[in-house]
């Protein structure tokens, strides 16, 4: 089973600012088969990035992603207040995990 | 609009059972794989149980594997997860997800979800 560790486990910033989130697999992932979800409060999972780095449908371009092999980031060019959330990465080339979660909180 | 909503959650005693149903609208269901993933109180995802477009592969996490059974009905556009021998650590919210042609991609979009409480 690939495991994904996510880092940090919680990430304190402003908005306007800045995010890094970074999602480590235990193996390479193939074809770089990784998702990236962001989950608010009370609310399912919603798409942001698929393949590592193609936008899903109506997500805005201040969110991309990148990386290849075992090492992806998540990156929110500038903070909406919308975006203080918590943030997963998914890989589905060998079978499906998730990674533990990034919880993005407003400093 | 592409849209899943479950049923059928509930409270159950431990070694109980339940049917969870997630109803699809929005586009052609046979033609997509789908799956079940669930969230404990407080904690992250896990990939439960997936299912091919046609129904004819299965698959199930190490933690459910001969207690769960993952079904779809295209006459009904419903995709079902019958729970069997629960457990208190199965307590969770339970969210049906749409995948792409293929068990091995993204899940887009994800239901409300229901809650499942294993409990005396």
């Known amino acids: 089973e690939i495991v994904l560790t996510q880092s940090p486990g919680t990430l304190s910033l402003s908005p306007g600012e800045r995010a890094t989130l970074s999602c480590r697999a235990s193996?390479?992932?193939?074809?770089?088969?990784l998702a990236w979800y962001q989950q608010r409060p009370g609310q399912a999972p919603r798409l942001l990035i698929y393949?590592?780095?193609s936008r899903a449908t109506g997500i805005p371009d201040r969110f991309s992603g990148s990386g290849s092999g075992s090492d992806f980031t998540l990156t929110i060019s500038r903070l909406e207040p919308e975006d203080f959330a918590v943030y997963y990465c998914?890989?589905?080339?060998?079978?499906?995990?998730f990674g533990q979660g990034t919880r993005l909180e407003i400093k | 609009e592409v849209q899943l909503l479950e049923s059928g959650g509930g409270l159950v005693q431990p070694g109980g059972s339940l049917r969870l149903s997630c109803a699809a609208s929005?586009?052609?269901?046979?033609?997509?794989?789908m799956s079940w993933v669930r969230q404990a109180p407080g904690k992250g995802l896990e990939w439960v149980s997936g299912?091919?477009?046609?129904?004819?592969?299965?698959y199930y996490a190490d933690s459910v594997k001969g207690r769960f059974t993952i079904s779809r009905d295209k006459s009904k556009n419903t995709l079902y997860l019958q729970m069997n021998r629960l457990r208190g650590e199965d307590t969770a919210v339970y969210y049906c997800?749409?995948?792409?042609?293929?068990?091995?991609?993204?899940?887009?979009?994800w239901g409300q979800g229901t809650l499942v409480t294993v409990s005396s």
């Open positions: 997800a749409k995948q792409q042609l293929v068990l091995n991609s993204w899940f887009d979009p």
């Open positions: 929005g586009f052609t269901f046979s033609t997509y794989a």
């Open positions: 299912i091919s477009a046609s129904g004819g592969s299965t």
């Open positions: 193996q390479s992932i193939s074809s770089s088969y």
């Open positions: 393949g590592a780095s």
């Open positions: 998914q890989q589905y080339g060998s079978s499906i995990t």
